[in-house]
């Protein structure tokens, strides 16, 4: 599905990975930017292993500078760039109410959300306009609370996400640059066995759907077959 394509992943941890794992396994050659030297490395060997192609940065995905010099070097070498993802960890704190936490904690997910959104997504779009085309995937979705866990500020950072979504879905959807929102109610194998509310998570219908279907629904936004300039894979 994704033969000849370019795509970029941001983070290597439990989402990113994943992701990361399914495009190459689609056919993309994939260019994997994280911090973590020794998640990044070992990111890429699994790929690597699994008969995939795969290129890892060390790369701070809120260094503004960093993140445009990597999209143009990832241009130079691969001669285009067709999807970019991004679920780097927002720093959020979870586990306390509101009127418990700092300001600091609430707004911390807010904040590295936005920025790591703007710049990286700034940087793709510069280069798919430049090409005609290209997707833009998101990570999350707007969405009520959880009844049963403080989420803290992470869904209103979320939220902040998917209305940035909307608005460069708008001004840059004319040019061919489809931006989608993944959403899930959960990712059960980055849950920890101690969690709360682990098995409300996992009973609801992203972690109930089997490997090949959570594969399908990566790989919707950013194949071809999916026309619309905006949307959504649950």
Do not use: C
């Amino acid at each position: 599905m994704l033969e000849g394509k370019t795509a970029v992943v941001y983070g290597a941890g439990t989402i990113s990975g994943a992701v990361a794992e399914a495009f190459a396994r689609e056919g993309a050659r994939v260019f994997v930017a994280s911090r973590g030297a020794e998640r990044l490395a070992a990111l890429a060997e699994r790929i690597r292993a699994a008969g995939g192609q795969v290129e890892a940065a060390q790369l701070d995905a809120l260094d503004e500078r960093a993140v445009d010099e990597h999209a143009d070097e990832v241009v130079r070498r691969a001669g285009s760039l067709e999807v970019s993802f991004n679920a780097i960890n927002h720093n959020d704190v979870q586990g306390k109410p509101m009127w418990e936490m700092s300001l600091e904690d609430f707004e911390a997910p807010v904040i590295t959300g936005l920025r790591t959104s703007f710049i990286t997504w700034r940087a793709a779009t510069r280069h798919m306009i430049k090409q005609g085309g290209g997707v833009i995937i998101s990570f999350g979705g707007e969405g009520p609370p959880l009844r049963d866990w403080y989420l803290g500020g992470l869904q209103a950072g979320l939220d902040v996400i998917e209305t940035m979504r909307r608005q460069l879905a708008t001004e840059a959807g004319k040019h061919g640059v489809r931006v989608a929102t993944m959403r899930t109610g959960g990712v059960p194998e980055g849950i920890p066995d101690d969690f709360p509310a682990k098995a409300k998570i996992e009973s609801r219908s992203w972690a109930r759907r089997s490997s090949a279907a959570r594969r399908r629904a990566r790989t919707w936004a950013t194949s071809p077959r999916s026309s619309p300039p905006t949307g959504r894979a649950r």
